[in-house]
């Protein structure tokens, strides 16, 4: 299994672009989740979800977009991409409800808002 | 809102010696999950630890433990022995449903 990947690892937008950050789980995992990591500070939940068509909010939603419409896939939309956006993105993705299960991270996308 | 402090930005411990980081957090659940992370400079985060808050047993894997102190909302990770290999942000990490919040880390150094 490879786990969860993320592409790109790396990118750079202008400011008001938009882009699609990829997060695929091969594990058959119906929870799957995004973070946000700021410098020198800890992760942030953006947006989760529990299974296909089903998404919710976490602490840090505003700004962002996503969609569940497979088990293996939940990707993040950035519509108008801020300086404030700036941050390295992390997905994760666990088998059942959190309270009983471990989260696995992806290695993470590096974004960049100039 | 729940909260997770880590009061240590920056930790240091010797090869082979024994190393404490502490985690405080806020929260008026029962039933909840914590745990600790691993960050190297890979930027990949690794599960180290984990601990059920209605289980009253500190969990251990390993040379890695905790001393949770649920009544103080206290959960602190030791690490015995350390290896220059546990060179590494840390972060402690709390749970309840899907809502996982996190601290802002202590970076462990190891010295040879």
């Known amino acids: 299994n490879a786990g969860v990947t993320q592409t790109p690892k790396f990118r750079i937008l202008k400011i008001g672009q938009s882009m699609t950050l990829q997060c695929t789980q091969d594990m058959n995992h119906n929870y799957m989740y995004w973070y946000r990591q700021d410098p020198g500070m800890g992760l942030k939940l953006i947006y989760y979800?529990?299974?296909?068509?089903?998404?919710d909010k976490g602490e840090v939603p505003n700004g962002y977009n996503v969609s569940r419409s497979t088990t293996e896939d939940f990707p993040l939309r950035l519509e108008l991409a801020a300086p404030s956006q700036t941050s390295v993105y992390f997905c994760a993705s666990s088998y059942s409800a959190g309270l009983t299960d471990t989260q696995y991270f992806g290695p993470g996308t590096r974004l960049t808002v100039l | 809102a729940q909260t997770v402090t880590q009061s240590q930005p920056e930790m240091s411990v010797q090869e082979a010696e024994t190393v404490t980081l502490s985690c405080t957090y806020d929260?008026?659940?029962?039933?909840?999950?914590l745990f600790w992370y691993k960050q190297p400079p890979s930027r990949q985060m690794i599960l180290v630890i984990r601990q059920e808050a209605y289980k009253q047993q500190n969990a251990t894997e390993n040379r890695f433990s905790v001393n949770f102190q649920k009544a103080a909302k206290s959960f602190s990770l030791k690490i015995s022995d350390s290896q220059l290999g546990d060179a590494a942000m840390y972060f402690c990490?709390?749970?309840?449903?899907?809502?996982?919040?996190f601290g802002a880390g202590t970076r462990l150094t190891v010295k040879p």
């Open positions: 979800s529990v299974g296909a068509g089903i998404t």
């Open positions: 929260t008026s659940e029962s039933d909840y999950y």
């Open positions: 990490a709390y749970m309840y449903n899907n809502d996982m919040r």
